[in-house]
């Protein structure tokens, strides 16, 4: 059983911060360096932070800085904690495996920022 439930986003001014969440299955999570992606409609599908499995990580230069990923093991769940938004971060936003992404997504969840 695959799993991949994003939760979190909502729309927000320029400047704010929203705090978006993953819950994976364990058959994906464990061992695997899990990571966050973004679409926006017309454009290809962009790694956004990606965390290792022990907990190193990588940004987009477009973010780095402003967003942070986390990941409890435990749970099996990422988590990525967004500030000072801009509306150019306007996009549906996945979770997925980091490096190899599976040819399956979740539904993803909407981050709008107005402007």
């Known amino acids: 059983q695959w799993q991949l439930v994003e939760s979190g986003g909502g729309l927000v001014q320029t400047g704010g911060s929203l705090n978006l969440s993953c819950t994976a299955s364990r058959n994906i999570f464990n061992f695997n360096a899990m990571a966050w992606y973004r679409q926006v409609a017309g454009r290809a599908r962009e790694e956004v932070a990606l965390?290792?499995?022990?907990?190193?990580?990588r940004y987009a230069d477009s973010v780095k800085g402003r967003f942070t990923i986390t990941r409890d093991n435990a749970k099996s769940m990422v988590h990525l904690q967004m500030t000072s938004l801009k509306p150019e971060d306007t996009a549906v936003y996945y979770c997925?495996?980091?490096?190899?992404?599976?040819?399956?997504w979740g539904q993803g969840t909407q981050v709008s920022v107005s402007s």
């Open positions: 997925n495996r980091g490096y190899r992404p599976m040819d399956y």
């Open positions: 965390i290792n499995g022990g907990r190193g990580v």
